[in-house]
């Protein structure tokens, strides 16, 4: 990963590699050392590369094709906005001994670079899914609200040592029986990725949409569902109330106006009605205007 800065001596680009919080200038030599936040943690801020208006096009595009073309599910643009989400960036390192199936001590080192969301609801709001790239810029100050960080400084010790457990796990000849493990890591990175949030309407419901603020890219996945589900209900009813109406109509020139006829008329005639109260009810529903309440907390 690259993540590139002015130079404050001369402005030449200052390449940051994704987890390491100093780097110096190509250029004139000079240190730099990203910023601390708060809690004394490093401090990366990427640059947005979209505007709002940018932001609404690219969902135009993501969430159009899935629409279909049918003109009941239009798309309706509610509300867009950004917001930052923090990430973890961690070097991990677990060092210790193990004992071979042949009963030798052999030294165990690993070293894992890890990304971790330090942010709840990651599933609706999705991840970056590159945290970086060649073009990536880095901003000294923050512009955006940021969405509340769950994981501390604090609890980052207990994560690295559950994900470096996993990952000697994963190595097939080291035996947990006579093994001795020490997980350390770096001091961590707190990395802000910019996104916007895009909240839209369609006939099936409200649905929101992030967009990555770097490329553009979508980070969560919107499941709209093709098909109306209340308009086959619609379609289904009518069409059984108008069959039972023809039918009844038809037998009373033929046979006259009877029992089954006059039965089948009048259940034709009310579960039309009742088709039309429910076309009704669900469009009104539909058209009702709902508050703004934005689901991501900043």
Avoid at 84 to 106: D, N
Avoid at 176 to 193: D, K, N
Avoid at 234 to 254: D, Q, R, W, Y
Avoid at 270 to 298: E, G, Q
Wanted: contains cysteine.
């Amino acid at each position: 990963m690259i993540a590139k800065s002015g130079c404050m001596e001369c402005g030449s680009p200052v390449v940051f590699e994704e987890f390491s919080p100093v780097a110096a200038c190509p250029s004139c030599g000079t240190a730099h050392r990203l910023p601390r936040d708060s809690s004394g943690a490093w401090l990366l801020t990427y640059t947005s590369e979209l505007m709002m208006n940018d932001a609404r096009q690219r969902a135009m595009e993501i969430v159009g094709p899935k629409l279909g073309k049918s003109r009941r599910n239009k798309l309706e643009i509610i509300e867009t906005f950004p917001v930052y989400l923090p990430v973890w960036k961690l070097t991990c390192r677990a060092a210790g001994w193990f004992r071979s199936s042949e009963g030798e001590l052999l030294p165990l080192n690993l070293k894992k670079e890890v990304r971790l969301p330090a942010y709840e609801n990651t599933a609706s709001i999705g991840t970056p899914k590159e945290i970086s790239g060649s073009d990536a810029r880095i901003s000294p100050e923050s512009e955006f609200p940021m969405v509340h960080v769950k994981i501390s400084p604090a609890a980052l010790k207990k994560e690295a040592e559950e994900i470096m457990a996993v990952e000697v796990s994963s190595i097939g000849n080291v035996p947990e029986a006579g093994r001795t493990l020490s997980v350390s890591f770096e001091e961590p990175i707190l990395a802000l990725y910019p996104a916007w949030i895009v909240r839209f309407r369609t006939r099936n419901g409200e649905h929101s949409l992030t967009i990555d603020g770097v490329t553009g890219q979508s980070m969560n996945v919107v499941d709209i569902p093709v098909g109306d589900e209340k308009l086959v209900s619609e379609v289904a009813l009518a069409t059984v109330s108008g069959s039972m109406l023809s039918a009844g109509i038809a037998l009373s020139f033929v046979e006259g106006f009877h029992g089954l006829e006059f039965g089948l008329c009048t259940t034709g005639a009310a579960l039309f009605i009742i088709a039309n109260l429910l076309r009704l009810a669900l469009r009104s529903s539909r058209l009702a205007p709902k508050p703004k309440t934005r689901r991501v907390s900043a």
